[in-house]
């Protein structure tokens, strides 16, 4: 990330949710998504064109840049490792996964988000999230695990 607040962020996703990534969204579309009054989105637009995260011309609308993309890009990532570490590894229901991780996303670090990607490629559980025998007590070193004799 480079500084933005999540105000910023919220913004950005409005105006990528409204303009479908591509097309100019005008401000009054903007404060009627996220509920805040004209002025406020037009000092919002200005902070993030002074950024570089959107260009603006008044009268035509609000795009994002390919720097304000990737924020968004990088955020809705995030969301989406959140929703399967909390649906994968703790159980959630799909639908509280994607509540739960919106609300998470904001507070992730890089740190933790690396972990987490490194959980979700480890295969230590079943997919309902409950761990599995060997990754809790580790393996069995026994002559009757690997003697088939004893079986018949």
């Not at 990534?21 to 509920?35: E, F, N, S």
């Not at 200005?46 to 950024?51: D, E, P, T």
């Not at 919106?102 to 990607?117: K, P």
């Amino acid at each position: 990330m480079t500084g933005e607040t999540q105000a910023m962020r919220d913004y950005l996703r409005a105006i990528d949710r409204l303009g479908d990534g591509q097309l100019p969204v005008a401000t009054q579309r903007i404060a009627l998504q996220l509920g805040v009054s004209c002025p406020s989105v037009t000092n919002m637009i200005k902070r993030l064109h002074n950024r570089d995260l959107v260009s603006y011309e008044p009268y035509h609308g609000v795009r994002l840049t390919e720097t304000g993309k990737g924020i968004v890009i990088a955020a809705s990532q995030r969301r989406h490792l959140l929703e399967r570490y909390l649906a994968e590894r703790l159980g959630y229901a799909f639908d509280e996964a994607q509540i739960e991780a919106t609300r998470l996303e904001r507070a992730v670090t890089g740190a933790l988000e690396a972990h987490i990607e490194a959980a979700l490629s480890t295969p230590s559980a079943t997919g309902s999230g409950t761990p599995r025998f060997a990754a809790v007590v580790g393996t069995v070193d026994s002559p009757f695990a690997a003697d088939s004799e004893h079986l018949a």
